[in-house]
């Protein structure tokens, strides 16, 4: 495990967001969901896509709290560009499980 200082931490801006929309991405390489996410007012609403159809229908997800790192450079998903990376961590046989505040809090907050 490589240590990293409090600063380079901060250096990752990571929000909390909801789910806004959400549609199959068949164009994927693999199953994937296309999701756009509403951060709130400062950072607004971002896309991205993810590997999750073996947890989530897109159907599961408008409403969601997630957590997403908002300043990564934007990224070319075959035809789509996802604009941040939402949080998830592997299940006991490697799926991905979103991870998201156990409350409802407001949108845009950021995580320390």
Do not use: C
């Not at 929309?21 to 969901?33: L, Q, S, V």
């Not at 046989?93 to 998201?100: M, S, T």
Request: aromatic share 8%.
């Amino acid at each position: 495990m490589t240590e990293i200082t409090f600063d380079d931490f901060m250096k990752v801006d990571i929000r909390v967001g909801r789910v806004i929309r959400a549609e199959p991405f068949p164009e994927a390489r693999k199953p994937a969901i296309k999701m756009w996410v509403d951060f709130g007012p400062e950072i607004g609403e971002r896309k991205t896509s993810a590997q999750i159809t073996s947890h989530y229908t897109p159907e599961d997800l408008p409403g969601r709290l997630v957590l997403g790192v908002v300043n990564f450079p934007p990224r070319q998903i075959g035809k789509f560009m996802s604009e941040v990376l939402v949080l998830g961590a592997p299940d006991e046989a490697g799926e991905v499980v979103l991870l998201r505040p156990d409350k409802d809090i407001p949108i845009g907050g950021r995580m320390f």
